[in-house]
């Protein structure tokens, strides 16, 4: 009891706040990103699955994406705001990390205070089948997200971003499905990741080639990644 008491204090006391996802949770998200670059449109979707932990501010994710129908990538992610590393492991196995940019205070997952109220208690399901859900607008200067949470527990179930990502525009849907509460798994997220002792720098910012490894592992605004 107490250590539950313990990490809903931990998780609340960083901002006011509505609401906030619970503070460690797994599950799996799908998503459908349109990135306009060179003035082309490149659509990619794929599905995640993903550990959060705001106890210890990190975000493990695996990656399975296919990139406009042909390209097909799988990577490993592993987002440390503790040590302000965003690690990624491609399917050889190499790793790469760089910077995050994020203090330990930014990690995300609560709907702040001055979000707009976008829909409240809006019912899916039918008959008894029913859940309620609450959506909010979060504006991030550059990027507006959308997101809808159970209205009981504040679980996130969708979310859909757009705005501007290195110069390019974007529109982001992610659905999130088969979430369960705690970590199943937590050495998942010691960081480094292992194999990633030796892990290359590398500056997300290079536009050459394929024109998403800077959206690599940046799936939810929302939830801070
Ligand atoms: C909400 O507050 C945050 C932090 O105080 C600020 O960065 C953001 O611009 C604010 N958003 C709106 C819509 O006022
Ligand atoms: C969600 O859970 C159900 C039931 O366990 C399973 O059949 C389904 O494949 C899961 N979906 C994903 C995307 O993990």
Known sequence: MYSIVALLACVSAAAASICCVPPQWEGSHSFVTTIVHNGKPIVSTGYVTMAFDAVNRKIGQYEYITIGNTVQRRYGV????????????????????HALNRRK??????IPDNSTV????????????V????????DFGGVVAYISLTSDSCVPVVE?????LDGSLFLQNSHFLNITG????PENLNAPPKGCEAAIEFN????????VPSTIGRRSYFLGL
Not at 160 to 164: A, Y
Not at 204 to 211: D, I, L, N, R
């Open 78 to 97: 592993l987002l440390d705001y503790n040590s302000n590393t965003k690690y990624i492991i491609n399917d050889q196995g190499r790793c790469y990390k």
């Open 105 to 110: 205070e930014d990690f995300g997952g609560c």
């Open 118 to 129: 976008v829909g409240q208690k809006d019912v899916v399901g039918l008959g008894d089948n």
């Open 131 to 138: 859940m309620t859900v609450d959506t909010y607008r979060l």
């Open 160 to 164: 859909t971003i757009r705005g501007s």
């Open 182 to 185: 705690g970590l199943s798994a």
């Open 204 to 211: 997300p910012h290079f536009s050459s080639g394929e024109a």
